[in-house]
């Protein structure tokens, strides 16, 4: 059964910094890129970062550019996303996504509101 199970969401402020991470599970972690969607109020889901399945490479939503960090670890098959100096446009439901080429992985989501 495969899994994906975020956490790490939550209330901060303006500035502030949050960390995300996934739990995967049911399929061969490894073999997959992983990635984290958003998905605000009224706005379609929007690709956020993205880290390959082999030797690491990773890309970036522009407007996140040197404030997020996504980062894989395959021992523990856990994908993060560190998020600093947070902005009110940040706010949205974060998803892990878990693409394999032929298949694609979704978890449920976590919120992240970044208000004063």
């Known amino acids: 059964q495969v899994q994906l199970v975020e956490s790490g969401g939550g209330l901060v402020q303006p500035g502030g910094s949050l960390r995300l991470s996934c739990a995967a599970s049911g399929f061969t972690f490894v073999t997959y890129a992983m990635s984290w969607y958003r998905q605000a109020p009224g706005k379609e889901r929007e690709l956020v970062a993205y880290v390959s399945s082999v030797g690491g490479r990773t890309t970036y939503k522009g407007s996140v550019k040197g404030r997020f960090t996504i980062s894989r670890d395959n021992a523990k098959n856990t994908v993060a996303l560190q998020m600093n100096s947070l902005k009110p446009e940040d706010t949205a439901i974060y998803y892990c996504?878990?693409?394999?080429?032929?298949?694609?992985?979704w978890g449920q989501g976590t919120q992240v509101t970044v208000s004063s």
């Open positions: 996504n878990a693409n394999g080429g032929l298949t694609d992985f």
